[in-house]
């Protein structure tokens, strides 16, 4: 699942500067106009007999800010595959500065070709991307040692007899078209099918799974009758996806349409950010799942950071918006009458 951003042909022009030349230590890219576009080449006329630690020191540091995400892609190793693509993303920046950063990063890969880089990292400090936070990254990745034929088949075998495990334990993979798939729990997908029913269930709310990456319902038996109550049963310190049936009256009338919020809190830290990262990419696949799974019609979706900027005026604005009388023209009168 991709977040719908391409790459621009300014951006795939310097990407080949950078592999033909080797003067080019690097390339620097940002997201502008729903596009991925250059920032700069990082270039120097001793970068092909400088070490990875020199130019990292003379070139990367100095163009990296604490606030300002970014994609870094770097000549590392001297066979081919040559490059790493480093997705930088600060702790400080703004949350959906991290969230769309978060969503592109193997849009970006895929676009330059996948062929070209030997490792994709994630960082959120500008210590990371230092000579010294390499050699961390280093040691940590060779923590797991490389396995062995044998030992590759047999993680197979146990891979498979997991994922037949896992169907009975009431999950399934929801097939929404040729190239994205989602898993998603059985009580999740019953719980919004009742929400198409006259019953008596008028919120689901879901979470993903940062570990198995499936969709799971988040175990809550609140009915909540207003915009208010809803806020207070939506999670403040992680994302969800909430569905709610919200039943009032307008004008006189009974209305009862279903409204999709999505949530994405301030929480900071690392393994927050890479646990909400996961968010975004499922988001357009819950709304389909929801359609096509479940026989849903969301009328109206929300999408903020904390639950309390959800209120019920907000809602009824959105939902029944004031029709603006235009008043006929009046000509005016002609003089002396």
Known sequence: MQSGISASQE?????????????????LV?????????LSLLSSPSAASASFADNVSTLLQPAVTDSDPLYILLKRYDATPKLIAVSYVPDIAKVRQKMLFASTRLTLVRELGSEH??????????EELTAEGFVKHDKHERLEAPLTEEERSLQGVKQAEAEEGSRGTGSRQIHLS???QMPVHDDALAS?????????KNLVMLKV???TEKIELVPDSSTPSSIAELVQAISTTEPRFTFYRFAHEHQGSQHAPLLFIYTCPVTGGRKAIKDRMLYPLMKRAVLEMAERECGLTVDKKFEVEE????TEETVRTDLHPQVEVKKGFSRPKRPGR
């Open 307 to 310: 639950p309390s900027e959800i």
């Open 209 to 211: 799974n940062p570990d």
């Open 192 to 200: 919004l099918k009742e929400l198409g029913s006259n019953g008596g």
């Open 30 to 38: 940002t997201i502008e106009k729903e596009a991925l576009v250059p």
């Open 11 to 27: 951006l795939t022009a310097q990407f080949n500067e950078l592999l033909q030349s080797d003067s080019n230590f690097g390339l």
């Open 117 to 126: 880089f030997r490792e994709t990292i994630f960082t959120t400090t500008r």
């Open 178 to 180: 040729q190239t994205m």
